[in-house]
């Protein structure tokens, strides 16, 4: 069974607009550790930001922020002042305490000029 | 210089050979990763290793190996490489701490023909 749902193959923003990629998550569990991960053409894999599930606040780095809610187990994250730069593949991921990562599918993003 | 290190960055081999990944950091991390990449399916887990004398499989393990040979070093073997082998491989740490986010290295494009 698929652990983290990323619903969005591919998706595209005007630069300086605002853009939403979606994340689903199955778990059984109360305390878990969500993040995002950009992966841009250069292929590295780098952590956008990180979420705890027992903390209510959303987490925001610059101009990254997510939308956490618990209950619906949804973990969307928020591109405002969208770049040229931020054209990449994004993963969501996901940890239980104590067992692996399971990463989405990923969503394509394309900042177009 | 980076703090994870894979070798080679990109290799072209033929179906039967011997192909070894190497893995090295310098983030003093306990955990160590080894995942492929394919287009589509996100990162699937090959195996991974909490410790120097704790190696698990992933959910993709069938036709690979690992090696830990020491808590900085941690490198994938395919035995008899074959065509559909051909993935972007990345090795990852973490640290033992719960919670904390993988740091990926820079990944290895491996073509197998």
């Known amino acids: 069974a698929q652990t983290v749902t990323q619903s969005q193959p591919e998706m595209s923003v005007q630069e300086a607009e605002t853009v939403t990629l979606s994340c689903t998550y199955d778990t059984s569990e109360s305390n878990y550790y969500l993040f995002w991960y950009k992966q841009p053409p250069s292929r590295q894999m780098i952590l956008v930001i990180r979420q705890e599930a027992y903390k209510q606040q959303n987490a925001t780095e610059n101009r990254f922020s997510v939308n956490f809610q618990k209950a619906a187990k949804s973990f969307s994250l928020k591109i405002s002042d969208s770049q040229l730069g931020d054209t990449a593949m994004y993963f969501c991921?996901?940890?239980?305490?104590?067992?692996?990562?399971?990463f989405g599918t990923g969503t394509s993003l394309t900042v177009i000029p | 210089d980076a703090d994870v290190t894979q070798t080679p960055r990109n290799r072209i081999t033929k179906t039967g050979k011997r192909i070894m990944l190497e893995c090295s950091q310098t983030?003093?991390?306990?955990?160590m990763y080894w995942y492929r990449q394919d287009p589509g399916l996100g990162l699937q887990l090959i195996y991974y290793?909490?410790?120097?004398?704790?190696?698990n499989k992933g959910e993709i393990s069938d036709g690979y190996s690992v090696s830990r040979q020491a808590q900085a070093k941690f490198s994938l073997s395919l035995e008899s490489a074959i065509p559909n082998q051909t993935a972007l491989y990345f090795c990852?740490?973490?640290?033992?701490?719960?919670?904390?986010?993988?740091?990926f290295g820079d990944g290895t494009r491996l073509s197998i023909l």
């Open positions: 290793s909490f410790d120097v004398k704790d190696i």
């Open positions: 991921a996901f940890i239980e305490i104590g067992n692996q990562f399971y």
């Open positions: 990852a740490t973490s640290d033992s701490l719960r919670g904390q986010p993988q740091h």
């Open positions: 983030k003093g991390h306990d955990r």
